[in-house]
């Protein structure tokens, strides 16, 4: 039950609203979402050869997994990247750190914060760039298309876009747990 049909019930229960008049209360006032900071991101799972792209809806709600840009150079990525995020209005950039095991940052999360400085230069100040640990997300991805029966082969064509689906997606998952 939303808020809006919760106060409606407890309005009628006290009898400070008449039964006729529920249906012109509950249609006659705008609805709001209950996640009222929906924000349209992409994540990315950078590696060395690949980079992963997920999106998620327009509510915020769910991460899907896009596609896979084939690394060309950090100029090249980046200018991809920029042409992705005004195409479909992304309010957020969720990229995935590979922190080491002890949670410092090695030679493959040095690699990626290149990619994320010059992410931060190309892009609008007001569109922020996330960063989150990504230790086991292909693992996990992997689990998934497993789970889901996908052919070696297969597997193989889709692994990076679904790790980058798991990482915006557990950031998503965060950020409706703050709110």
Do not use: N
């Not at 996640?35 to 998620?56: E, F, H, P, Q």
Request: with cysteine; glycine share 8%.
């Amino acid at each position: 039950m939303t808020w809006h049909r919760r106060e409606v019930a407890t309005r009628l229960a006290t009898d400070r609203l008449s039964p006729a008049g529920v249906t012109a209360e509950l249609y006659s006032r705008p609805r709001r979402s209950c996640y009222s900071a929906a924000v349209r991101a992409l994540g990315l799972d950078v590696g060395s050869k690949t980079i992963g792209v997920a999106i998620s809806d327009e509510l915020g709600l769910a991460a899907h997994p896009d596609h896979v840009i084939a690394r060309k150079g950090t100029a090249v990525d980046v200018r991809a990247i920029v042409a992705l995020c005004q195409a479909r209005a992304v309010e957020a950039v969720v990229v995935g750190m590979p922190f080491e095991l002890s949670g410092a940052v090695g030679l493959r999360g040095r690699r990626v914060q290149v990619l994320i400085d010059a992410l931060r230069a190309a892009l609008p100040p007001a569109l922020p760039i996330h960063e989150v640990d990504e230790r086991f997300t292909t693992a996990l991805a992997e689990r998934v298309l497993l789970a889901g029966d996908v052919s070696r082969a297969r597997r193989k064509d889709v692994i990076d876009k679904q790790a980058a689906a798991v990482i915006l997606q557990g950031w998503l998952d965060g950020q409706r747990r703050r709110e």
